[in-house]
C-alpha cells in the first residue's frame, strides 16, 4: 500500500503541483512524507513549536489536504543532547570485621620441620659452646713446673704470680717454687755449657786446620772432664780421632820411604789403636808394605840368598 502524499509538494521554495502521488517531488527531490518527531530519552530541549502533521486522506475519496507550514530554513534544528552516563551499580558495602574474631587455624608442623630446627639449634650450641672449666690449681701447678724444666722460666713465673694472685693454697706454690730454683739452677748451667760447647767447637777446628790434632784432643778432654760426653762432643772426638791416625799413618808413609821397618811397625800400630774405618784401606796397604820391607829384611840378613 502506497503511503499517502500531498499533491503539492511540501518544501515551500518548490510549491509545484505533483502529477502524481511521489515519495519525492521529481523538481526539488524534497520528501513527501512528513517525519515523525524522534523521541529522546535525554532531557528535552527547549520547547519548539510543533508543525501541524499532514492529515491522511483516504484512498477512495482523497480530499486536499491543508498546506503544512514548513520551518524556517534559517533556523537550523537543535542538535541532540547526548544522553547522561549512567552510574555503574554500586557493589554492596563489605561488612565490618566483628572484633575479637578467631583466626583460621595453622597448619600443623611436619616432622622434618622438627628435625631441621634441631639440627640448626646442635649446630649453634657446637659453635658457641662455653669454654672449658677452668684448670684446677693442681694442674695450674703442674703446667707450670713442665715449663721450668724446658727452661720457660719466664712463663713458670707469670704462671707462680697468678697463683699467688688467685691465693692458691701454700703447698702448691712451695712446691712450684721450689722446682722453678731447681730449673733455673739447671738451666743456667745448661746455658753455660751451650757456651762453652761453641767455644770448643771453634777451638778444635782452627787446631785441625793448623794440623795440630794433638792440640786438638786436649782440648777436646778438656771440656768433657768438665761438662761430660754428649753427641756433639762425639761427633767432635771422631773428627779428632781421624786427624790423629791420619797423622801416625803419614809418619808410617816416612818411615816406608826411609826402609825403617822399626818406625814403620810402631806407626801402624798408633794409628791401628784409634779403630777408625775411614783409614781402613790405607792402613792395610801399609801393613802389606810392611810385610814387604820384612821379607826383604829376611833375605837380606841370609848369606847367599841374594846370589
Given amino acids: 500500500m502506497l503511503e499517502t502524499v500531498n499533491d503539492v509538494c511540501i518544501n515551500a521554495a518548490c510549491g509545484r503541483t505533483l502529477p502524481l502521488r511521489v515519495a519525492h517531488c521529481p523538481f526539488c527531490g524534497a520528501c513527501q512524507i512528513a ?8 532531557v528535552a530541549p527547549p520547547p519548539v513549536p510543533r508543525m501541524p502533521s499532514p492529515v491522511p486522506v483516504a484512498p477512495p475519496t482523497p480530499a486536499p489536504a491543508p498546506m503544512p507550514q514548513p520551518a524556517p530554513q534559517s ?4 542538535k541532540p543532547v547526548p544522553p547522561a552516563p549512567v552510574a555503574p551499580a554500586k557493589a554492596p558495602p563489605a561488612k565490618p570485621a566483628v572484633k575479637g574474631s578467631v583466626p583460621p587455624p595453622r597448619p600443623p608442623v611436619r616432622l622434618r620441620t622438627w628435625i631441621a630446627a634441631a639440627v640448626v639449634l646442635t649446630g649453634i650450641w657446637f659453635f658457641n659452646k662455653p669454654a672449658d672449666k677452668p684448670a684446677s690449681v693442681a694442674e695450674q701447678v703442674e703446667a707450670a713446673t713442665a715449663l721450668a724444666a724446658q727452661c720457660d722460666l719466664d712463663g713458670a713465673r707469670s704462671a707462680l704470680a697468678v697463683l699467688k694472685s688467685a691465693k692458691a ?13 731447681k730449673s733455673a739452677a739447671a738451666c743456667d748451667r745448661q746455658q753455660q755449657r751451650a757456651q762453652a760447647l761453641t767455644a770448643l767447637q771453634d777451638s778444635v777446628s782452627q787446631a785441625l786446620d793448623g794440623g795440630k790434632p794433638d792440640l786438638a784432643a786436649t782440648r777436646l778432654a778438656a771440656y768433657v772432664k768438665r761438662w761430660g760426653d754428649d753427641p756433639d762432643t762425639l761427633e767432635l772426638d771422631a773428627k779428632v780421632k781421624v786427624a790423629l791416625a791420619s797423622a801416625q799413618l803419614d809418619l808410617a808413609d816416612a818411615c816406608l820411604a826411609r826402609s825403617d821397618r822399626v818406625c814403620l811397625e810402631n806407626s801402624l800400630i798408633a794409628a791401628e789403636r784409634y779403630k777408625r774405618p775411614e783409614l781402613a784401606a790405607r ?25
Fill in 75 to 78: 533556523a537550523p534544528a537543535p
Fill in 35 to 42: 517525519q515523525a518527531p524522534v523521541l529522546e530519552k535525554a
Fill in 169 to 181: 693454697p701454700a703447698a702448691h706454690l712451695k712446691r712450684l717454687q721450689a722446682s722453678i730454683t
Fill in 283 to 307: 792402613t792395610q796397604t801399609l801393613r802389606t808394605a810392611l810385610s814387604q820391607l820384612l821379607e826383604r829384611s829376611l833375605l837380606d840378613a841370609v848369606p847367599g840368598a841374594g846370589q
